[in-house]
């Protein structure tokens, strides 16, 4: 299906349940490319989604039997007309926007899930690693095929390299072959695989489960574990202990301490 006959569809599909957003990937018949379109549609929806008080976890999904293909491989290629540098230009700010997208994942305020239903290929795969915890149906496939089309899947091992040993990430990106969900889980690429017909319902309890915990909390600690984990381990204790002192002295660490104590469920803030 040509993207002319999508023109009047949605590139994502949004919906709120239980105070978790969830996002979904809205090109079945193009395998979910990750276009400038789709890229701008998702840093949108993160945006809106981080912003809103009311979000306490996202959930990043995809419609159809593939996840996400990756780039779309059009795009990317030389348009007519177009001098080869300046296609380069033009691929580098495709390159950039996506990789502004992921950032944006990483740097967001609320927990984010990816919810891999089907293959997740090159870009799809990174979107995934980007993702701070991944559950895929057990039939779901992940690969980083650059090389067997002649280049590397230089920018996906970005954040896959800093999900699996380095090891297993060149691995994937230097075959180019797909690897099981049940491999994906054993390198550590994802957390869970489970039956296709429970992976919905799986993701949506992990998600409200994560979504009743403090705001304030998993805000400032999915950004100190982000900061430190880079970090040599004498810097990274010493910046995780200031940022201890800050968590058990907040808002939230207070009414939580106060609720165990009292045997009552806490009553968060929105911050």
């Known amino acids: 299906m040509s993207e002319t006959a999508y023109s009047d569809q949605p590139y994502i599909i949004e919906s709120t349940l239980n105070n978790v957003r969830w996002i979904t990937l809205n090109r079945p018949k ?8 789709m890229i701008e549609s998702l840093i949108q929806a993160l945006n809106d989604a981080g912003a809103d008080t009311a979000v306490r976890a996202i959930v990043i999904a995809a419609s159809g039997p593939v996840f996400s293909a990756g780039h779309d491989l059009k795009e990317m290629g030389r348009q007519d007309g177009e001098t080869l540098d300046a296609q380069r230009v033009r691929v580098k700010e495709i390159l950039e926007l996506c990789a502004s997208m992921m950032l944006g994942i990483v740097n967001s305020p609320k927990a984010i899930i990816a919810c891999v239903q089907g293959t997740a290929t090159a870009a799809g795969c990174q979107l995934v690693s ?3 915890l991944a559950v895929a149906a057990d039939t779901a496939t992940f690969c980083t095929p650059g090389v067997n089309m002649g280049g590397f899947c230089t920018t996906p091992l970005v954040g896959i390299g800093r999900n699996v040993h380095r090891k297993h990430a060149m691995a994937l990106a230097l075959t180019g072959d797909s690897v099981s969900a049940k491999h994906a889980v054993d390198i550590g690429l994802i957390n869970e695989a489970v039956r296709e017909n429970e992976l919905t319902d799986t993701t949506r309890e992990l998600a409200e489960r994560i979504a009743s915990k403090s ?10 574990f982000y900061q430190q984990i880079e970090m040599p381990i004498e810097q990274a204790f010493a910046y995780a202990n200031e940022a201890m002192v800050r968590a058990m002295t907040s808002s939230d660490a207070q009414e939580g301490n106060a609720a165990f104590f009292e045997k009552r469920p806490p009553q968060w803030g929105n911050a």
């Open 30 to 37: 193009q395998r979910n490319p990750l276009s400038i379109r």
């Open 130 to 132: 980007a993702c701070d």
């Open 215 to 224: 705001a304030q909390g998993i805000r400032h600690g999915k950004a100190d």
